[in-house]
């Protein structure tokens, strides 16, 4: 579960599969960007020509939905792994970015973006 699961424990487990396969030789950043960028499109497809659903998922396509979204997981916590980069704190960073780019009282309910 979430509230147990660790970003280290995660990235240990990601780690741990693609050893055993002798995979990393193959997580060279352009390759990881590139199937990150592939597992996006594929959880973007499940909603391809789909009536608006107004948010609404079956349990089939929300199963399919949360493969993919692990998908999209499994290699960003590939791509830190293979530059050693901490991504808990990659993303504390980014979020105090996007605070001072997005103020809570100029963007709050509001869509745009710049
Ligand atoms: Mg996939």
């Known amino acids: ?47 391809l020509w789909e009536q608006d659903r107004g948010g609404a998922m079956d349990e089939r396509l929300a199963e399919k939905a949360k493969d993919e ?3 999209v997981m499994i290699y960003c ?11 808990s704190d990659a993303v504390k960073e980014k979020v105090r970015k996007n605070e001072k780019k997005y103020p809570a009282n100029e963007y709050r309910g509001v869509a745009r973006m710049g």
């Open 1 to 47: 579960m979430d509230s147990d699961a660790t970003v280290g424990e995660l990235r240990e487990i990601v780690a741990k599969f693609v050893g055993e396969r002798d995979w990393e030789k193959y997580h060279r950043p352009k390759d990881l960007a590139m199937a990150l960028s592939i597992e996006a499109a594929e959880l973007l497809e499940l909603f």
């Open 69 to 71: 979204l692990a998908d």
């Open 77 to 87: 916590l590939s791509f830190a792994n293979a530059q050693g980069w901490d991504l």
